[in-house]
């Protein structure tokens, strides 16, 4: 594909974050005149450009229909006037994509996202390739687009793939499907059909790799000649031997789980559809396999952070969906769940699901009477509110009993308490650390 040529062409960014810096940048060293516009200017963008203006000033709809190319950063919502008024407006995704002459592995789904791009990049990496992890993930690809990369492996949200038109990855990853983002999608339709488009431009001798479990995933078309791989908890391309003590690889063993550190329901989903995708760009099962055995993962992912008076604590504060906190839970027999946030649009009720392995919840933050009526309404498992974190995690300690799971996962964003996931699980693992040591120990 022969790259665009922008000098002398008129171009705007919509968002001057990490991922609207690059762009500006790269679209500046290529001779584009650039227009910058971000709603937040003024308020928290460092080293803002001189002319950023905000997409409600007067001349927006001008300059926008008037422009040769218009980029837009992940999170700009559906809603922003930018799509009314540009006729194909395109993410940084699609761009770099024009532009690399370096293969793409690319991972989406609702869940596990950034551990299977972290995971296929070690693999590769440990196979001889050499391997970037770069989009979502935090590294805007633009930014990389000078590397000579044998693989670009990108984390792709659904905001990149919806604006995307030519985007091609080399081996595309779909991890699973579940209702998110509805409030930026302003529908599930719009979301399941921008997360298909990972698949949609792929050719014969392509790979998919494709949750076998997942019927919603498992119902996308692909084009002829794209090579399937599936994989999953059960007897898939990748899946588990019938004694589920084993990976495989078209039903042979290539690692036991019990060389494995993580090895909770989620974590082999995740090792699975990581080894799938590695593999069929060419790594081998050695290298697949040393890296699941050393793999420990990633913070606020079901992570473990110690015990306190025979009671394990987790944190998940990065599961801000139902799907993502059932999947957390049914790892465990006994759970005192930590829940709650500033709910993005979705329905919680599924959550009640999750009784029978329920000692009790815990409800935080604005969420908190909604997911208390829930519970109260549809289930016998004890409901209290905490009004802080420190709060929360004092009650989930007195309901808790030897043998516990103490787990932080929300299922709802943090933005009513706190600025980001991270910060929340920080918060988390503090009041537990000032916990333990007044106790004086585990």
């Known amino acids: ?58 001349q927006f709809r001008s300059v926008v229909e ?46 596990g996202k950034t551990t299977v791009t972290t995971l296929i990049t070690e693999m590769l990496v440990r196979a001889g390739l050499r391997a970037r992890a770069v989009g979502n993930i935090g590294t805007s690809i633009v ?29 595309a990853v779909w991890t699973n499907f579940t209702p998110d983002h509805l409030d930026w999608h302003q529908g599930i339709d719009h979301y399941l059909a921008s997360k298909a488009k990972i698949f949609e431009n792929q050719q014969p001798g392509d790979a998919a790799v494709i949750n076998g479990g997942d019927l919603v995933v498992c119902g996308i078309e692909l084009r002829p000649g794209v090579r399937r791989f599936s994989f999953g908890l059960g007897a898939f391309d990748f899946g588990l031997d019938a004694q589920r003590s084993a990976l495989t690889k078209g039903g042979e063993p290539f690692l036991l789980l019990s060389e494995m550190i993580r090895t909770l329901p989620h974590d082999l989903e995740n090792a699975l559809a990581s080894a799938a995708a590695a593999f069929s760009a060419g790594a081998g099962l050695a290298e697949i396999a040393a890296v699941l055995k050393e793999f420990g993962g990633l ?18 504060s990065k599961a801000t969906t139902p799907a993502s906190v059932i999947a957390g839970v049914r790892g465990f ?28 919840v815990v409800a935080i933050g604005q969420s908190s009477d909604e997911l208390a009526a829930l519970f109260t309404k549809g289930s016998s498992v004890p409901v209290v509110k905490a009004s802080s974190m420190t709060e929360a995690v004092n009650s989930a300690r007195q309901l808790a009993v030897k043998g516990d799971v103490v787990l932080l996962s929300p299922g709802c964003t943090s933005y009513d308490w706190y600025s980001s996931y991270e910060q929340r699980g920080d918060d988390f693992r503090a009041v537990l650390e000032t916990m333990r040591s007044v106790r004086g120990g585990p």
């Open 333 to 360: 027999e006994s759970v005192v769940l930590i829940a709650g946030g500033k709910n993005k649009g979705l329905d919680l009720s599924p959550l009640v699901t999750l009784a029978p392995k329920l000692r009790a």
């Open 66 to 111: 008037s422009a040769d190319l218009v980029v837009v950063s992940p999170g700009v919502p559906r809603s922003h006037p930018v799509f009314q008024f540009a006729q194909s407006p395109i993410s940084e995704l699609e761009l770099a994509y024009r532009h690399s002459e370096t293969p793409m592995v690319a991972v989406t789904g609702t869940n």
């Open 143 to 171: 930014s990389m687009l000078g590397e000579k990369l044998d693989y670009f492996v990108v984390e792709a949200s659904s905001f990149q793939l919806a604006t995307t038109e030519s985007f091609r990855p080399k081996v």
């Open 299 to 316: 913070p606020h992912r079901v992570e473990f952070l110690g015990m306190l008076d025979g009671v394990s604590f987790y944190n998940d």
């Open 1 to 58: 594909m022969t790259a665009p040529i922008y000098r002398g062409k008129r171009a705007v960014v919509i968002g001057y974050g990490i991922t609207g810096r690059a762009v500006v940048e790269f679209l500046a060293e290529k001779g584009a005149v650039v227009s910058v516009y971000d709603d937040a200017k003024g308020r928290s963008l460092p080293e803002s450009p001189e002319g950023i203006a905000s997409s409600f000033d007067d």
